[in-house]
């Protein structure tokens, strides 16, 4: 079964600073790339930040380039990853609920797989 399980959200205020952690399990394909979407009250979901199976791509939406940043660790055990959202300088507009996802193809399928949410809320 496969299990996405995000941490670390909570309160902070603006110019604070806060790390996401999503870990995986029951991932048996690879590659697969891993990313951070948000969605605040009454609006949808939005890209945050991905990252590649070899670290060697990652991607921002423009709102946070500069401020965050997305890393994955790759533990020996395949179906185990760890990703990570370190977001520095928040902003009030930065609260929103936090997903992370695993995105890639088993069996020539695409396979798409999301987390529960972690809350992050950013105090003026």
């Known amino acids: 079964q496969v299990q996405l399980v995000e941490s670390g959200g909570g309160l902070v205020q603006a110019g604070g600073s806060l790390r996401l952690s999503c870990a995986t399990s029951?991932?048996?394909?690879?590659?697969?790339?891993m990313g951070w979407f948000r969605q605040a009250p009454g609006k949808e979901r939005e890209f945050v930040a991905a990252?590649?199976?070899?670290?060697?791509?990652?991607?921002?939406?423009?709102s946070v380039k500069g401020r965050f940043t997305i890393s994955r660790d790759l533990a020996k055990n395949l179906a185990k990853n760890t990703v990570y959202l370190q977001m520095n300088s928040l902003k009030p507009e930065d609260t929103a609920v936090y997903y992370c996802?695993?995105?890639?193809?088993?069996?020539?399928?695409?396979?798409?797989?999301w987390g529960q949410g972690t809350q992050v809320t950013v105090s003026s």
């Open positions: 990252v590649s199976w070899s670290h060697e791509d990652t991607d921002y939406a423009d």
């Open positions: 029951g991932l048996t394909f690879s590659p697969y790339a």
């Open positions: 996802n695993a995105d890639g193809v088993r069996f020539g399928i695409p396979a798409l797989y």
